[in-house]
């Protein structure tokens, strides 16, 4: 299994970014795919989440209101649109994918990306 994350980069506060997340060697629709991040320093934290069928998302507190998940089963691919960016997004974000969904807990996941680095400058 393999999940290839991309799109991140610098950004001023207040701007867009969307990551993208690629999956190989599984059967993407069978997958809840969620995202993390983990900043400087910090544990890594759960952002947002979406079933397999794309039908039920959750986020967590600081990412409601200005990121927005999405996937495309066709593509084998989730994405994370966020917007009105701040220094405080500042993170590696990691994509995961797991076939129990609901807990949101890094540990319940057993395939992980490698991170693309977002930087939000002030």
């Known amino acids: 299994v393999q999940l290839q994350a991309s799109g991140g980069g610098l950004v001023q506060t207040g701007g867009s970014l969307r990551l993208s997340c690629t999956a190989s060697g599984l059967t993407f629709s069978d997958y809840g795919m969620d995202w993390f991040r983990q900043a400087p320093g910090k544990e890594r934290e759960f952002v947002a989440a979406i079933k397999w069928s794309g039908g039920v998302t959750n986020y967590a507190g600081p990412a409601k209101g200005r990121f927005t998940i999405s996937r495309d089963n066709s593509k084998n691919t989730v994405y994370l649109q966020m917007n009105s960016l701040k220094p405080e997004d500042t993170a590696i974000y990691s994509c995961?994918?797991?076939?129990?969904?609901?807990?949101?807990?890094?540990?319940?996941?057993?395939?992980w990306g490698q991170g693309t680095q977002v930087t939000v400058s002030s």
């Open positions: 995961a994918a797991s076939v129990i969904y609901g807990r949101f807990y890094a540990s319940d996941y057993p395939y």
